[in-house]
């Protein structure tokens, strides 16, 4: 017998990728119900073969759906998400409102999978933040052999990472500025059309934005609290993929040599790094790519056991929907979930 699986969010960017990863890796499904706000009821969306109308989250009933996959944002997840853990089912959310919750694991499978066991105390379990997810999986397979002090990310994030709105806004400017008509900003505070944008979410009282903090508190509850992160988060003219320029200091020695061998063989990564021309990943070609990517691995003389490397994935995929998937495939591969009877 296979899951019942509710996706909340479902026309979405990232709702349509959950859809596609979900067939894509033959997850065990018996039925998959896709759901929306009112405006969406019977909206059309793609499942393998198939095609699914969304229904209403509003009149839906979770106490025979084993496994809901929530990416409505925030608000809808602080409201819903409790109440459908109630009613026996998983959450596996993609937005931040549970991530800083202690009884709420916050997973990314290949570094702490282990974590997924602590669901229980309130039926949720958090995605990270995108440009987090890329990172962490990155950072274990070298953290684990030399041990991180000190992480210093850029960010280069697409657009898609603040929705199909803002994916429309690139496309539109981008044709404004070829026609010379007005370029009009209305979902990022400046122009994005050729620019690059060095704010993600809302600024805080110590400068760093929200999008920056986040990176630093997941990665802490993630992999180690003693790990010491600063981020830099910029939003550039791209559509889907989020890069990152990473510099890390490790208590132990590590050669460029040794991080290359060590990441050839972590799960989740793909080496890209030939030190020649195009020897490296962009974001273009990372796109519609389950990999995280890694490039350009070299050694920082300016601090004691430095490293720096390039770091690409798609954020849509790694960053978010496949991500969630992968945290379902944990509960159902550890038999941490069983399918449970229809309800009569």
Not at 283 to 297: K, L, M, N, Q
């Amino acid at each position: 017998m296979g899951y019942k699986v509710a996706i909340v969010g479902a026309t979405g960017n990232v709702g349509r990728e959950m859809l596609d990863i979900l067939a894509e890796r033959q997850f065990p499904v018996s039925e998959v119900v896709p759901l929306a706000s009112a405006r969406s009821i019977g909206t059309e969306v793609s499942f393998g073969d198939k095609t699914l109308k969304c229904r209403h989250l509003d009149t839906y009933d979770f106490s025979d759906t084993d496994i809901c996959l929530m990416s409505a944002g925030g608000t809808v997840s602080k409201e819903w998400s409790p109440r459908i853990g109630a009613q026996g089912c998983v959450v596996i959310d993609n937005s931040s409102a549970w991530r800083y919750d202690s009884d709420v694991p916050l997973v990314v499978p290949e570094v702490n999978a282990d974590a997924v066991a602590g669901f229980g105390k309130k039926n949720i379990i958090a995605n990270p933040n995108c440009s987090t997810a890329q990172l962490v999986v990155a950072l274990k397979p070298l953290h684990d052999r030399a041990t991180i002090r000190r992480v210093v990310v850029s960010t280069y994030q697409s657009v898609s990472g603040a929705g199909k709105d803002a994916m429309d806004e690139l496309f539109s400017q981008t044709r404004a500025v070829f026609v010379s008509d007005p370029v009009e900003a209305k979902k990022f505070p400046k122009r994005i059309a050729f620019n690059l944008i060095p704010q993600i979410d809302v600024f805080m009282e110590d400068g760093f934005t929200k999008e920056e903090w986040k990176m630093m508190a997941e990665t802490k509850k993630i992999l180690d609290p003693k790990i010491k992160l600063t981020a830099t988060c910029v939003r550039v003219p791209v559509f889907i993929s989020h890069s990152e320029s990473v510099n890390i200091e490790f208590e132990k020695p590590i050669t460029a040599d040794e991080a290359r061998d060590i990441l050839r063989e972590a799960p989740g990564v793909l080496v890209i790094d030939k030190r020649e021309p195009g020897g490296y990943i962009t974001p273009h070609e990372a796109a519609g790519e389950d990999a995280t990517y890694i490039s350009r691995i070299r050694e920082d003389a300016t601090v004691e056991n430095g490293l720096a490397f390039w770091c690409v994935s798609d954020n849509l995929r790694k960053g978010a929907a496949l991500n969630a998937v992968q945290i379902a495939e944990v509960l159902a591969n550890r038999k941490l979930i069983a399918p449970r009877a229809k309800a009569a």
